[in-house]
Nanobody, 121 residues
């Protein structure tokens, strides 16, 4: 599976962005999909994950209620809708595909390139 993330940019505090992650391969629908982020000088941290069917989601406490993960298996795409953005959301955001729905980056098998999100105050 190859993943291509897009949709990052510069946004003001309180604004919104929607990230997309397009996947190649015919088995996309069988993978758990996750979003992670990494700020300069910090470790990569979990943001959200969604089961292969889309029926189960899990979020980091820091984004719960503000971010929403979704997927369209017909389009081989997973999304991250980010609302009420804060300066601390500034980071490179990565999508990932794996087998087990987990918050641990090492458990994901495939990664997209990062897309930068910068929230200005």
């Amino acid at each position: 599976v190859q993943l291509q993330a897009s949709g990052g940019g510069l946004v003001q505090v309180g604004g919104s962005l929607r990230l997309s992650c397009a996947a190649s391969g015919r088995t996309f629908s069988s993978y758990v999909m996750g979003w992670f982020r990494q700020a300069p000088g910090k470790e990569r941290e979990f943001v959200a994950t969604m089961s292969w069917s889309g029926g189960s989601t899990y979020y980091a406490d820091s984004v719960k209620g503000r971010f929403a993960i979704s997927r369209d298996n017909a389009k081989n795409t997973v999304y991250l809708q980010m609302n009420s953005l804060k300066p601390e959301d500034t980071a490179a955001y990565y999508c990932a595909a794996g087998v087990v729905p987990t918050t641990k980056p090492k458990s994901y098998d495939y990664w997209g390139q990062g897309t930068q999100v910068t929230v200005s105050s």
